[in-house]
């Protein structure tokens, strides 16, 4: 039987055109591929591909594909009204591209957040807890408490992402399904 968290997840990310089939995917109780596949191995694993971002470098493809999302997420979130205002010093960026820029560290935060919980073994993330990142007395970026709506926007932001980067609805559902796993760490009561 679903569990409420996983339809509420699925709606956010997915929309009403596609919730059904959605639904219908995420239905497992594992939230994992069959067989012992992560959702990382899903997304391409640790297959060495070339670096679009980095001339003559290789990344894994699982690391690229969530990269991919959550840059496309990130310029997303920078014209949604909904949420833009939690992501102030990144909107407010000023175009000199001084690297790494706020939007290089979020990107970067956010990837290795999400490719480690994932299932990713040759990355790892060392930015502050959840807690701490989205708490507005430990991090002076924060504007104020994260509430579940703000935190469904996060959410519908990153699904959409992932939907224009060509993933899967089964996949995009796997994603909703990583998030809302954290998002207990992330909503300030």
């Not at 699982?62 to 909107?91: K, W």
């Not at 820029?101 to 290795?112: A, M, W």
Request: with cysteine; hydrophobic share 40%; net charge negative.
């Amino acid at each position: 039987m679903m569990k409420k968290t996983k339809s509420r997840a699925t709606q956010a990310i997915l929309g009403g055109a596609v919730l059904l089939l959605a639904v219908t995917l995420s239905c497992h109780k594992s939230g994992r591929p069959a067989g012992n596949q992560t959702f990382y191995d899903s997304l391409g694993g640790a297959v060495l591909v070339p670096d679009p971002a980095n001339f003559g470098q290789s990344v894994e493809k699982g690391y690229l594909t969530i990269r991919t999302i959550v840059d496309s997420a990130l310029f997303l979130i920078q014209v949604d009204p909904v949420i833009n205002g939690y992501f102030s010093i990144m909107v407010a960026e000023d175009t000199a591209h001084t690297t790494p820029t706020e939007y290089d560290k979020l990107s970067l935060g956010i990837t290795n957040f999400l490719a480690v919980a994932a299932g990713s073994k040759d990355y790892s993330y060392t930015g502050p807890t959840l807690l701490d990142a989205h708490n507005p007395s430990t991090n002076p970026n924060v504007p104020g408490p994260i509430d579940s709506g703000a935190f469904n926007e996060f959410a519908f932001d990153l699904g959409r992402a992932a939907a224009q980067s060509g993933l899967s609805n089964q996949l995009i559902s796997q994603l909703g399904d990583l998030l809302y796993r954290y998002e207990g760490q992330v909503v300030q009561p």
